[in-house]
């Protein structure tokens, strides 16, 4: 049996244990960090809190517009609290590359890639592969490699595998990001941290960096912390699946959803948890669904399910708007077009998927979001005018609009004033 298989399988038949870090020290002796997709969501957000931490970091990205905008002290996107970071670091603290041959010089080496799915709904784990790829020549032995991409289970294990294979000495560690977009900086401080690695060395090496910046780290085998991450973000999208079949159940008989929500969550601690309607879109959510469905093939109907109602109700809110007038020939305005509220994240938002249905029944729509560049966008006092409005994401700002005489479709509750059948 490998030894990589042999450590992670007898971590994983203990339970997860937890060691005591320091929140804002310098770690005991400097280890040259290099973190790979570190111009994005999720490697931009690290890369700052460990440079404040007292690492020397190099954020390698092959997105050279995003390198140069960080030269100059501007965020590619917006993430709170990342703006006073990003201006109180410099060289050698903070470093910044479009060549992967700068991993050369790094101790650990953080890998922040793209794992989609493919059209089948399969992971897709070819920019994860194409990226160990990149870097292979300028690895080194005692070097640690971690992968922060969420992973199609076993994959950090045949990553190590495949290193070993070419007789590179490199330490191959699974701990995945748990951040909100738009949140991580705060986050990164306050959310457990799960690490796994290959090996007592490399476990003892990503610790250390993990808990200079939290209080909390979770060791868990490599597999283990694959599925854990597969498992929270599968467990949230069923969660916005059943508000949505109960949105869509309450809707089809002429009910309000919110005011019977409102009447079982009020001080009954059972449901506390319970979300509200709306969209439930982004980068993650199902497509880490669909990795678990992969893992466990025919075993997964309740993740399926959760796609079906998820990704349909875009067509259901059309369909209710049908019922009462034609879409053919009418003007449409959409207002709020990122996956999340108060973001300017876009990326798998169903807004643009309701977009699509609403020109494919004729009708001509006008998109706002005063958070998303786009030339093709409106202001929102356009969209509104239009002869029937849906909320695509609920932004705060939109709370201040007046809705009244208007015909709006407001899954999200934001409203309750406007009418979503």
């Avoid at 309450?250 to 059972?270: H, N, P, Q, S, V």
Wanted: glycine fraction near 6%; charge should be positive; aromatic fraction near 8%.
């Amino acid at each position: 049996m490998p030894a990589t298989l042999a450590s992670s399988r007898k971590r994983s038949s203990a339970p997860a244990r937890r060691a005591g870090g320091r929140t804002a020290a310098a770690p005991r002796a400097t280890l040259r960090i290099a973190v790979v997709g570190g111009a994005g969501h999720v490697g931009l957000p690290l890369s700052l809190v460990l440079a404040t931490h007292g690492f020397p970091v190099t954020i390698i990205d092959h997105d050279r517009r995003k390198i140069e905008a960080l030269k100059q002290k501007r965020l590619p996107f917006l993430e709170e609290g990342a703006q006073p970071l990003l201006d109180a670091l410099a060289a050698p603290a903070l470093a910044f590359s479009s060549s992967h041959q700068d991993v050369a010089t790094a101790d650990v080496i953080i890998l922040t890639v793209g794992t989609p799915l493919d059209d089948h709904l399969n992971p897709d784990l070819t920019q994860v592969y194409g990226a160990i790829e990149q870097i292979r020549p300028s690895l080194r032995d005692g070097q640690v490699l971690v992968l922060r991409s969420t992973l199609f289970p076993g994959t950090s294990e045949k990553i190590q595998e495949r290193l070993r294979a070419l007789g590179l000495k490199v330490g191959v560690s699974f701990c995945p990001e748990r951040i909100a977009q738009g949140k991580a900086i705060k986050e990164l401080g306050e959310l457990p941290q799960l690490i796994s690695a290959s090996d007592a060395r490399t476990l003892a090496i990503v610790r250390r960096v993990f808990s200079a910046f939290n209080r909390e780290v979770i060791e868990l085998g490599m597999v283990e912390a694959e599925l854990a991450k597969l498992f929270t973000n599968a467990w949230r999208y069923i969660k916005f699946a059943v508000a949505n079949q109960f949105y869509m159940t309450a809707t089809e008989k002429g009910l309000d959803f919110y005011r019977i929500r409102d009447a079982m969550m009020r001080r009954y601690e059972r449901v506390a948890d319970f979300p509200a309607a709306g969209f439930a879109a982004g980068p993650c959510l199902l497509k880490d669904t669909m990795q678990l469905a992969a893992y466990n093939r025919q075993h997964f109907a309740v993740g399926h399910a959760a796609m079906l109602l998820n990704e349909t109700l875009p067509d259901f809110l059309v369909e209710q708007v049908k019922r009462r007038r034609a879409l053919s020939g009418a003007r449409v305005g959409i207002l709020g077009m990122a996956f999340k509220a108060d973001n300017d994240d876009h990326r798998e938002s169903l807004a643009y998927k309701l977009r699509k249905l609403l020109e494919y029944e004729g009708a001509t729509v006008l998109c706002s979001d005063p958070y998303i560049a786009d030339p093709s966008f409106v202001p929102a006092a356009q969209a509104l005018r239009c002869d029937v409005v849906f909320i695509g994401c609920p932004h705060t700002a939109y709370r201040q609009l007046s809705f009244e005489g208007r015909d709006v479709v407001d899954c999200w509750g934001l409203t309750r004033q406007g009418r979503a059948a």
